[in-house]
């Protein structure tokens, strides 16, 4: 299936049917006034980007009997339960195909993901995943295994539809940036048009949440919505979203949308929200996870967009074994499985993450 620019817009047009009839933000929170007295509406916006002229997978290999092959996994950490369930779809998958799965973790760490992917061409793996930390620190290591005949595809590398392979890499599965944050800006502005907004990045250099947030900011604009600030939590942390929301809030007290560069980082400013009293600010996550349905359900956060975890992990097994069996080629370059977005209109069908 491809998401041509047609099937894009029928998506949008289906999301904005869900959003017929809401009146409040996160469920049970009233949506924020916008001032001046006008019933200001929010601008139409296309979806333009790049994303929507990409496939949403690869072909399905044929399973050959009796091939025996080994994928090395590079992951940036297991702590995201994003990512944890994208390296499990991938080992489930490896294995449903007959091949052995070897995982690395790197915590975050570049220097350790430098280490692990020598220490899978010193094993001899026959193919490689990879969600790279740092994708420029991995240049070496990874032209090496294209010098032996290892094929390398990548998770968001680059993260930008559109944009040309790293060296070295023969393909990439993109979870998907540019369009979910399309559809929570437009959710978000569908509520509150006009509205004061700040983001909540954070403080490591992965280029996928960099761009991510950007791309909030981008479309919040496109929607117009007023930027205030972005404040970076400082670490992947709870504890570092809930300080990066009340510096929000101390410096920005009308503001009505906050923008995070994760779940986690969503229900933690959504806890923090609720904590203060707070009920016309508007909180919206990106990747899916059950805690963040769950409080949109009750009425803390107002959305996210679900990514499809398990088909983000079982296309890389399958361009992998493509690749090395010679099956479906030549692969695309980039493929982006479809998003959903989730608000309180349909958060009761959806199972999330971790759910």
Not at 34 to 60: N, W
Not at 302 to 308: P, Q, S, Y
Request: aromatic fraction near 6%.
């Amino acid at each position: 299936m491809k998401h041509t620019t047609s099937a894009l817009a029928a998506m949008v047009a289906i999301a904005a049917l869900a959003l017929t009839g809401c009146a409040s933000g996160g469920g049970g929170s009233t949506a924020p006034e916008t001032g001046g007295g006008t019933s200001a509406e929010a601008p139409d916006v296309a979806f333009d980007g790049a994303e929507g002229g990409l496939d949403a997978a690869y072909g399905e290999p044929e399973i050959k009997e009796g091939y025996a092959f080994t994928v090395g996994w590079l992951t940036p950490t297991l702590a995201n339960p994003f990512v944890k369930a994208v390296y499990e779809a991938g080992e489930a998958e490896t294995k449903r195909l007959g091949g052995e799965f070897i995982g690395l973790d790197a915590g975050l760490n570049v220097d350790n993901q430098v280490s692990q992917c020598n220490q899978l061409i010193a094993q001899g793996v026959d193919a490689i995943a990879v969600y790279g930390v740092d994708p420029s620190a991995l240049g070496p290591c990874l032209e090496e295994a294209a010098s032996l005949g290892i094929p390398v595809i990548g998770q968001d590398t680059p993260p930008q539809a559109g944009e040309e392979l790293l060296p070295s890499y023969t393909s990439a599965v993109l979870q998907g940036v540019d369009y979910p944050r399309y559809l929570v800006t437009q959710h978000a502005a569908s509520l509150a048009p006009g509205a004061k907004y700040a983001t909540i990045g954070v403080n490591i250099p992965v280029p996928l949440l960099q761009y991510s947030i950007g791309r909030a900011e981008h479309w919040a604009d496109e929607f117009g919505l007023e930027f205030t600030e972005r404040v970076d939590a400082q670490g992947d942390t709870s504890e570092a979203a809930a300080d990066a929301t009340n510096t929000i809030l101390t410096r920005n007290p009308d503001v009505k949308v906050i923008f995070t560069y994760n779940d986690p980082a969503a229900a933690a400013a959504a806890n923090t929200l609720l904590a203060a009293g707070i009920t016309d600010v508007l909180v919206y996550g990106n990747s899916g996870e059950q805690a963040t349905i769950d409080l949109i359900k009750e009425g803390s956060a107002t959305g996210t967009v679900l990514l499809d975890t398990k088909q983000i992990g079982v296309q890389q097994i399958w361009g992998l074994y493509n690749l090395l069996t010679e099956q479906n080629l030549p692969l695309p370059k980039q493929i982006v499985p479809a998003p959903v977005l989730v608000t309180a209109e349909n958060a009761d069908s959806v199972v999330g993450i971790g759910g």
